[in-house]
């Protein structure tokens, strides 16, 4: 049974930087992508950021391109999201989720999903 288990959210102020961490058991992720998805209160889950784990191949929403940056450590099974400059509206619970196959923005696509971290940014 593939685990996931998020890391490293907090409450840090606008314009800091913070680093997720998404620690992946239970199989071998090869054929697999990974994703960060959020959800704000009042609002649906969002995709973030994607990453192929095999060829490393990656993929941005457009509101966190340029802050976020996604990688994985192969040796470790473990999803990083460092995000930089941080704004209010990046203020959310993030989520970690696997599929297998291609990377995908959208939620309902992916099998496995970690319990999520809250993130929150102070003005």
């Known amino acids: 049974q593939v685990q996931l288990v998020e890391s490293g959210g907090g409450l840090v102020q606008a314009g800091d930087s913070l680093r997720l961490s998404c620690a992946a058991s239970?199989?071998?992720?090869?054929?697999?992508?990974m994703a960060w998805f959020r959800q704000a209160p009042g609002k649906e889950r969002e995709f973030v950021a994607g990453?192929?784990?095999?060829?490393?191949?990656?993929d941005y929403a457009d509101s966190v391109k340029g802050r976020f940056t996604i990688s994985r450590d192969t040796a470790k099974n473990t999803v990083y999201l460092q995000m930089n400059s941080l704004k209010p509206e990046d203020m959310a619970v993030y989520y970690c989720?696997?599929?297998?196959?291609?990377?995908?923005?959208?939620?309902?696509?992916?099998?496995?999903w970690g319990q999520g971290t809250q993130v929150t940014v102070s003005s």
């Open positions: 239970g199989r071998t992720f090869s054929s697999y992508a």
């Open positions: 989720a696997a599929r297998v196959g291609l990377m995908v923005r959208v939620a309902a696509h992916y099998d496995y």
């Open positions: 990453i192929r784990w095999s060829v490393g191949t990656k």
